[in-house]
């Protein structure tokens, strides 16, 4: 009755109660009646029944009558009235009452409180209050999570609202609360949209608890929901150490249940392994669990590949890993058979390792990479041609591959391979790289020892049998050289040339022993070749012997001018039918395998190569940068002594010009005496008198000064020029020094000789002509030149005074010493040139500013380049692992798959 009760006052049909037995009657008549009776019987009841009114009254909408009913109630059921009053303004749109109201009710009971929240919840809603609604729904969830419809409420309007946090919370508890598989499938929408990434692994950890008890498929989903979202993430590593944990707690976990889990074990056991990104000391923590679940979760059928990375690396890591695991891992190979995944596995693998390589500042050996897409081409098979060294291999080859082997037997040095192409080609692969041409001439010459030429012939025998041939060099002694052994690891059989009438000599025998020893399982057939006259005796007892020694291998007669059809048949019947396909497939297997692990090596030696190298580096970039430094201090020294002894020069050349000119002018200008006459007019005659020794100063200085300087200056210029020249070769052999230490035209210290030019049209126009300005050498007013200027006037104009004034002028000319006119001539005329002496120096740093360029710059990247390279060695030093833990990642999965291979190789 009490949740009848409940019901109907949620409802709002509590009046109903009243009803009964007056069903066809109005409710508002009924309760009227009731309310009349009650009054005359003393009030009892009067509460119920205007409670009742009120929800009559809402009913039809008279909100104002309801709450009329409903205000000031006192009895049992006072508190749903002040809620429905709530509800009646709520109506009315007067939200701020509705809200105070709501706010007042004070009950214990679960339904009204749940009610009121809801109602607030679409209040504040409707209001914008969105953060005020979201703390309502949570608060509402919290005390009664159960309530109906409010979780869905609640995600609704998380959803709405994009409140994710939320959203995913609520999901949470809901999977825990009710173990709903709706709840589930909402949870796991969110994890694929990744709107729950913020959260730390360990918070799903009860929610997949409680899927792995109720719903183990969708806890897969969530799982692997889960695992997608952290992958590349800060919390990646977190979470599979938390999911592994939570999984190692289950106990025994089902099998093959979860294919998309065990996909992103693989994945992650991959990238872990094979990207290079990973440190061992990072790895070490979780991959004992990753390892140990992935192998639990596996389906039988293909946990090979789990159970193989379990013992890898635990092989190489124990620590963590039970001896159970162990166990199991190895059980599950016992049963493992091989598959073309194992080969494409070693394909990827090669493929990881030689990204990273790259980024290593190393490379796989392109001769490796060609052996490995070699192995990969299972359109053809790999037939290895070798012999003794005059025993009729190219005899043979010649018989098989026409002209195009005896053009190839010109390089019969090298490994040769042929294959089937419509259109003729050539390449040579080396350790270094690949050269592709049209023809053989292009590439002669490019060869090393370990290299081979690859064919591709439109022999038509290639074509039909599905055959590639590489031809090995002709062995002089009884030893296979190492490189060699590259190549015969690519054969799917073997062909040995032998000769019929001395079969299977010592030297021979000794061949084959290493060939059988490095290649245990090769098949090997025999080619027999006669020289001169047919012997069918001799081959006959060749083939007995042959067969005594090798009863599994093809003897095959090849010469001297053999059947070629049946040639052609043998062959393909001893590589072809001999050989079956799923055993072509492990042998190749096995050869990736082997041909990886060289290529670790190798990698091991690149890398202590590369240590030596950038030690060397740092030397010979320490010793580039010591005599670079050595040479601009020596360049600065030629520079300055140069300057000086070119300025010395130059110096000294104007000073005898200077001297001579300082003893010639007084004397020039004295014998300016005979320019006087007794009949002169001595009243201006020291105005003409100035006048004439202007001139003869002018004729002076243009035609003897000017023409010693120029003859002294061009000596200056010849001397000049041929310092600079030295000074041009030295550096020259400086520039060849570091050229021949460095590299081919490393610098080039060139001069700039245009200095030498300016400077000849400077000296030229300089040299050339002059105009003295006026010199006032008899008008300046020392006392002897004021007397006789006077004396001039006041007797000048007096006849019989003239002869006394000439001989005063005469004397006064010829006694007078000049000294300091000389001076200021030569101050004005040697104006130039000692400016000309100042601009030496600047100039001549322009002519050697080249040279300082080109070495400071090159000193700046030398050391640039060493700082890198110190650097380079540092970080190397700093940090090994960042090399050898990738190095040992990439061992472990190749571990991995040797693994495999030895299962396979027991169960085919």
């Avoid at 918070?203 to 929901?225: H, I, P, S, W």
């Avoid at 490796?368 to 080859?397: C, D, Q, S």
């Avoid at 050539?426 to 023809?439: L, N, P, Y």
């Amino acid at each position: 009755m009490a949740m009848n009760l409940e019901k109907m006052l949620i409802e709002k049909t509590y009046y109903e109660s009243f009803m009964e037995g007056n069903e066809e009657k109005h409710p508002g008549f009924v309760l009227a009646e009731a309310y009349l009776d009650a009054r005359q019987k003393g009030g009892k009841g009067l509460p119920e029944i205007r409670f009742a009114q009120g929800e009559v009254y809402f009913a039809f909408r008279d909100y104002e009558g309801a709450i009329h009913k409903w205000e000031g109630s006192d009895g049992p059921l006072r508190q749903w009235a002040v809620k429905n009053t709530a509800d009646a303004f709520y109506e009315l749109g007067e939200l701020a009452n509705a809200e105070d109201l709501y706010k007042s009710v004070e009950t214990m009971n679960t339904s009204l409180k749940a009610e009121v929240a809801l109602q607030l919840f679409s209040l504040y809603i409707e209001k914008g209050k969105e953060d005020a609604a979201s703390e309502t729904i949570k608060g509402l969830i919290s005390e009664n999570p159960g309530y109906p419809d409010a979780a869905n409420l609640a995600r609704s309007f998380f959803e709405g609202r994009a409140d994710w946090d939320s959203a995913t919370e609520l999901a949470a508890n809901e999977i825990v609360r009710t173990k709903s598989a709706e709840w589930a499938d909402i949870l796991i929408s969110y994890v694929d949209r990744d709107a729950t990434a913020s959260y730390a692994p360990v918070y799903f950890n009860k929610v997949l608890t409680v899927l792995y008890e109720t719903d183990q498929n969708r806890f897969g989903e969530l799982a692997a929901a889960l695992w997608k979202t952290y992958r590349g993430s800060e919390a990646y590593f977190a979470w599979i150490e938390e999911f592994n944990a939570l999984l190692a707690s289950f106990g025994r976990l089902p099998v093959g249940n979860w294919p998309e889990l065990s996909l992103l074990y693989k994945e992650a056991y991959l990238d872990f392994t094979t990207s290079g990104n990973y440190s061992i000391q990072s790895l070490a923590p979780i991959m004992p669990s990753l390892l140990s679940n992935w192998l639990a979760i596996e389906d039988k059928r293909t946990n090979g590949l789990a159970a193989s990375a379990l013992l890898a690396w635990s092989g190489r890591f124990p620590a963590g890993i039970s001896a159970e695991a162990i166990e199991a891992a190895e059980s599950s190979l016992a049963h493992s058979k091989r598959t073309e995944n194992d080969f494409a596995e070693g394909l990827a693998l090669i493929s990881e390792i030689s990204a990273w390589a790259e980024g290593q500042g190393m490379q796989i050996s392109p001769r490796m990479e060609w052996i490995a897409g070699e192995l990969a081409n299972f359109r053809t098979r790999h037939v290895v041609t070798a012999g003794l060294e005059g025993n009729g291999k190219a005899h043979v080859l010649k018989q098989i591959l026409g002209d195009s082997y005896t053009e190839a037997e010109m390089i019969a040095s090298t490994a040769l391979a042929f294959q089937y192409r419509d259109e003729a080609a050539v390449s040579i692969v080396t350790d270094e790289s690949v050269i592709e041409g049209e023809e053989l001439g292009e590439l002669e010459g490019t060869e090393n020892e370990n290299s081979i030429y690859a064919f591709s012939l439109p022999v038509p025998f290639l074509k039909d049998s599905g055959l590639s041939i590489i031809d090995l060099p002709e062995f002089d002694g009884d030893h296979v050289n190492a490189d060699h052994f590259d190549y015969i690891g690519l054969a799917d059989s073997l062909f040995f040339t032998v000769d019929a009438s001395n079969p299977l000599t010592a030297a021979e025998r000794l061949v084959l022993g290493q060939i059988r020893e490095q290649a245990p399982g090769l098949p090997i057939h025999f080619m027999l070749t006669q020289t001169g006259e047919p012997d069918p005796h001799a081959f006959e007892q060749a083939a007995m012997l042959i067969k005594g020694s090798f009863p599994n291998s093809e003897v095959i007669k090849a010469g001297p001018a053999p059947d070629r059809e049946r040639l052609f048949e043998s062959i393909v019947k001893a590589a072809v039918i001999g050989t079956p396909e799923r055993s072509i497939l492990g042998s190749r297997t096995d050869k990736l395998l082997l041909l990886i692990r060289k290529t670790l090596d190798h990698l091991l030696f690149q890398r202590t190569e590369q240590e030596k190298g950038i030690q060397a580096e740092i030397e010979n970039k320490e010793q580039m940068a010591a005599k670079l430094t050595g040479a601009i201090h020596q360049l600065g020294d030629i520079e300055a002594e140069s300057i000086e002894k070119m300025r010395k020069s130059y110096r000294k050349r104007i000073d005898e010009a200077k001297a001579d000119a300082l003893a010639d002018i007084p004397e020039l200008l004295r014998g300016t005496a005979d320019f006087l006459k007794e009949d002169s007019d001595f009243r201006t005659v020291h105005l003409s008198l100035n006048d004439e020794m202007n001139r003869r100063l002018n004729v002076y200085l243009n035609e003897t000064a000017l023409p010693k300087l120029r003859t002294s200056l061009g000596e200056w210029m010849e001397e000049t020029n041929s310092e600079l020249s030295r000074i041009q070769e030295f550096l020259d052999e400086m520039a060849e020094s570091f050229n021949s230490l460095y590299g081919s035209d490393w610098i080039r210290l060139d001069c700039d000789f245009r200095v030498l030019d300016d400077w000849q049209r400077d000296i030229g126009r300089m040299a050339n002509s002059y105009q003295l300005d006026k010199v006032n050498v008899l008008l300046r007013r020392t006392p002897s030149q004021i007397f006789l200027k006077g004396a001039g006037k006041l007797l000048g104009a007096l006849p019989q005074n003239s002869a006394m004034l000439y001989h005063r002028y005469k004397n006064f000319v010829e006694n007078e010493d000049y000294l300091d006119t000389a001076r200021l001539v030569n101050d004005r005329f040697f104006m130039q040139f000692d400016l000309f002496e100042k601009a030496i120096a600047r100039d001549l740093s322009l002519f050697f500013l080249n040279p300082h360029q080109i070495l400071q710059g090159t000193l700046a990247t030398t050391q640039e380049e060493l700082a890198q390279s110190r650097q380079k060695a540092a970080d190397m030093k700093k940090n090994p692992a960042k090399f050898h833990d990738p190095m040992a990642l990439f061992g472990i999965r190749l571990r991995q798959l040797e693994w495999l291979e030895i299962a396979g190789r027991g169960n085919n």
